[in-house]
Structure formats: structure tokens, C-alpha cells
Nanobody
Framework: QVHLVESGGGLVQAGGSLRLSCAASESAVSIAVLGWYRQALGKQRELVAIITTAGTTNYADSVKGRFAISRDNAKNTVYLEMNSLKPEDTAVYYC?????????WGQGTQVTVSS
């Protein structure tokens, strides 16, 4: 069982930046994929970015060039650096982990971007 705890959400003006962190309860080396999803009010949860143990990344088209995902296996933590934020980035952001064919989710952190 992997427990994920997010931090770093908040309120920011359009054009601003935020950095989300997600700490895993187990060694990140054992977690094949770490990532971030988001869910806006009234919408389905969607992929934002993922990163594998090898460092391969994948981003949603809507965030390419603005967001950057990274992982620190020594700290069992995954980060999401968000720049040039837009009001449409407003959502609850969930940390995601895939380990041994099982998926795990954090409790979510709210990101609100004001225009």
C-alpha cells in the first residue's frame, strides 16, 4: 500500500507559478510511474504529467511547455513545477502512483488561478 501526500497548492494570479510536491510512503524506486492528474469542477479527471523510474515523461498537450514534472527517488517525492498558469488550470490536483500493477491516489490539493 502506497500512501501519497500532496502539498503546494493554493491561489495564484494568471501568469504566476506554483510548485506541487507529493511524498510517497515507500521507496520511489519501487514505483514504476509517478504523476499528476487534475479534476476541474464538473469535469472528468485528466492526466497532467507522468514520469517513469527511468525519467521518461509524458504531458498533456494543454500543459506542454509550461509544466515540468520531476522525481527525487532519494526523497521518495515527485514534483510538478507549474509556470504561466491560466484560469483553466484551476482544479484539484491529484498525485498518482503505479506500483506492481496497482494504482494509488493522493487526497488532492486545490490549485486556483485567478484572472
Amino acid at each position: 500500500q502506497v500512501h501519497l501526500v500532496e502539498s503546494g497548492g493554493g491561489l495564484v494570479q494568471a501568469g504566476g507559478s506554483l510548485r506541487l510536491s507529493c511524498a510517497a510512503s515507500e521507496s520511489a524506486v519501487s514505483i514504476a510511474v509517478l504523476g499528476w492528474y487534475r479534476q476541474a469542477l464538473g469535469k472528468q479527471r485528466e492526466l497532467v504529467a507522468i514520469i517513469t523510474t527511468a525519467g521518461t515523461t509524458n504531458y498533456a498537450d494543454s500543459v506542454k511547455g509550461r509544466f515540468a514534472i520531476s522525481r527525487d527517488n532519494a526523497k521518495n517525492t515527485v514534483y510538478l513545477e507549474m509556470n504561466s498558469l491560466k484560469p483553466e488550470d484551476t482544479a484539484v490536483y491529484y498525485c498518482y502512483a503505479l506500483q506492481r500493477f496497482r494504482t494509488y491516489w493522493g487526497q488532492g490539493t486545490q490549485v486556483t488561478v485567478s484572472s
